[in-house]
């Protein structure tokens, strides 16, 4: 599927398509044609993908065919013993986790879950976790805390469920008590932000010793189209308020949030599902090899430093 | 107003706006002098309307007791923020011009009854109450200024939110207050969530529900996810008291509802028994 900004490449890559089917079934030797137009592929993905804005960064980041959480896993863990439920009312399906082993490391695996077909998105309700999502995610941060077993959160999900049932159980209580209990944890707490780090959703899984972002995702306080349409009246402004929210990976570099971006493939990491895996387990065990090292206590007070910066006050 | 009395017709037109309030919730018309004497809340429906953060210090705190604390802290614009308006810095320099505030949130210390408090009031007139940077800087070194001192924290929330124009760092402040009140708990220092009306958004979801214990105002309007997105996301009407402090209590998600002229006295019983000993 290619997003809007694509489209000049799709046309490209069509017209390729056709002639190398020319070439097997006719005599005419078209290798010429394609190779040109190879080249030329080549030098118009540079300069498409060298000019995307906050924007194209956005449609990149909700691409259907993004690797999602389960891929995560298959790509880089030889076991994923998946645990179930919060102990309270259900086992959400927006939110999973579970026992892992990633390269060698055991590990506490959470993260939200989108589907890839249909079904998949209603079981998951297309990322959105409901309370029971993040009280399962929190029963599960607390066992690895009593297993010592470091804690890898993995993020992309649009926001948290807004739905009857999801505030009748409490869903800003459970955001909240995850905030609290996250804060103190006494293992290693990475957080990846792979896709969409849709607002109160997001940090309800995302109190880390280090928040890493893929080099396409986001990470915003409310979706583009929702701030546009509070603060322009018109939710067809989302382009303007996603340069103006500042929610790309440079951004937050910047803005003192993320600590390291992982490079995705030209395109996008649907592009090279693999490629991309693989350089996230490589920064995932860089960051599980150095905060292995540190004591309980210093972990918590890193984790509180880390946050009690963002916004600290400076005399003007 | 002296000169309206130079014309009988003047304050027949001006009457109503200087003699009575109508209740925003049942339209009763309330004289004002009952008004202002009730506090602000109807004596026919019990709406308590909403009052600014020096009303409820007022109504709280032993007078001359009150000290303000982290006051130098106003607002920041990391973002260098732009809507159709406008930039956010005249925004924000129009509501501290409007309010008197430097920012959503009072934070200070006082007594309560003889008892010293730490106390963060929000100010909903403030950008709506809005979770910033300076709002959650605030009330963060107010619950490290409490947790030194071995002072009860008291948060009084009304709010919408967080406050967009800071984008994600308005958001990261949901984190760091909520680890403020970690180490509160890890000290065993008394904190108390009371949540009027409005708390929603961002602020529902961090420190307003995370009291020892929460008290609401009554009909106070408390919830994560607007009204208007949860109808549109589930296609279905919602009960006339969702998201109402009653339909908290009902769920389990706050101990009391106390009217505001006895909220002084409730918190008092209740730091009873977080003093230390
Ligand atoms: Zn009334």
Redesign the interface.
């Known amino acids: 599927m290619a997003l809007d900004f694509e489209k000049p490449l799709e046309e490209i890559e069509s017209r390729i398509g056709e002639l190398k089917k020319l070439n097997e079934k006719s005599d005419v030797d078209f290798d010429t044609e394609i190779a040109a137009l190879e080249k030329k592929l080549r030098s118009t993905s540079k300069r498409v993908y060298s000019k995307i804005g906050p924007w194209e960064t956005v449609q990149i980041a909700r691409h259907p065919e993004r690797p999602l959480l389960r891929d995560y896993i298959q790509g880089l863990c030889t076991e994923f013993l998946e645990l179930h439920g919060d102990r309270c009312f259900g086992d959400d399906q927006g939110i999973i986790g579970g026992f892992a082993t990633l390269r060698q490391h055991r590990v506490m695996i959470i993260g939200h879950q989108k589907g890839k077909t249909v079904e998949e998105n209603i079981k998951a309700n297309f990322g959105m976790a409901s309370p029971d999502g993040y009280r399962k995610a929190m029963r599960l941060m607390n066992l690895a805390a009593k297993y010592k077993l470091p804690i890898v959160s993995f993020i992309d999900t649009p926001g948290?469920?807004?739905?009857?049932e999801?505030?009748?159980?409490?869903?800003?209580?459970a955001?909240?008590?995850n905030?609290?209990?996250?804060?103190?944890l006494p293992v290693p707490v990475i957080v990846i932000v792979t896709g969409e780090g849709g607002?109160?959703g997001a940090?309800?899984i995302?109190?880390g010793n280090v928040v890493l972002m893929l080099s396409n995702s986001v990470?915003?306080?409310?979706s583009p189209e929702g701030?546009a349409t509070?603060?322009?009246?018109?939710g067809s402004?989302a382009p303007e308020?996603a340069a103006?929210?500042?929610?790309t990976a440079d951004?937050?570099v910047a803005?003192g949030?993320v600590d390291e971006i992982i490079p995705e493939p030209v395109g996008g990491a649907h592009r090279n599902m693999d490629a991309t895996i693989e350089s996230v387990g490589d920064v995932l065990v860089k960051h599980l090899r150095r905060l292995k090292k540190m004591s309980a206590k210093r972990l918590i007070d890193q984790?509180?430093d880390k946050?009690?910066k963002?916004?600290?006050?400076?005399?003007k | 107003m002296a000169w309206f009395r130079k014309s009988g017709r003047k304050q027949l037109e001006t009457s109503d706006s200087d003699l009575w309030t109508i209740c925003p919730s049942c339209s009763a018309h309330i004289y004002k002098q009952e008004w202002e004497a009730g506090l602000k809340v109807c004596p026919k429906c019990n709406h308590h309307a909403r009052i600014s953060s020096t009303e409820r210090r007022d109504l709280l705190i032993d007078s001359g007791t009150w000290r303000e604390y982290a006051a130098h802290v106003t607002t920041s614009d990391p973002l260098l923020f732009s809507d159709a308006k406008g930039p956010y810095k005249e925004k924000a320099a129009a509501a501290k011009t409007k309010t008197g505030l430097k920012e959503s949130v009072l934070t200070g210390d006082g007594k309560i009854g003889g008892i010293p408090v730490s106390m963060a009031i929000m100010d909903f007139r403030f950008l709506g109450g809005s979770l910033s940077s300076g709002c959650g800087e605030k009330i963060t070194l107010t619950a490290e200024h409490a947790g030194r001192h071995r002072w009860p924290f008291i948060i009084l929330s009304a709010s919408g939110g967080a406050r967009m124009h800071e984008g994600i760092i308005s958001l990261m402040q949901m984190a760091k207050t909520c680890a403020a009140i970690a180490r509160l708990n890890d000290l065993g220092v008394p904190y108390l969530s009371v949540l009027t009306d409005p708390t929603t958004g961002g602020v529902s979801a961090s420190y307003a529900m995370l009291g020892d214990i929460n008290i609401a105002e009554p009909h106070a309007l408390i919830g994560f996810a607007g009204r208007r997105v949860i109808e549109q996301t589930i296609k279905q009407k919602l009960p006339d008291d969702f998201q109402t402090a009653e339909y908290l209590l009902e769920h389990g998600f706050i101990d009391h509802i106390v009217n505001r002229k006895d909220m002084k006295e409730f918190l008092h019983r209740v730091l009873q028994y977080g003093k230390r000993r």
């Open positions: 948290a469920y807004p739905g009857l999801a505030e009748a159980r409490g869903q800003a209580e955001i909240a008590r905030l609290t209990d996250m804060s103190t607002s109160g940090i309800g995302g109190v990470y915003s306080v409310i701030c509070i603060l322009w009246r018109d402004k308020a103006a929210l500042k929610i951004d937050l803005l949030i984790r509180y946050y009690s963002i916004g600290r006050y400076k005399k």
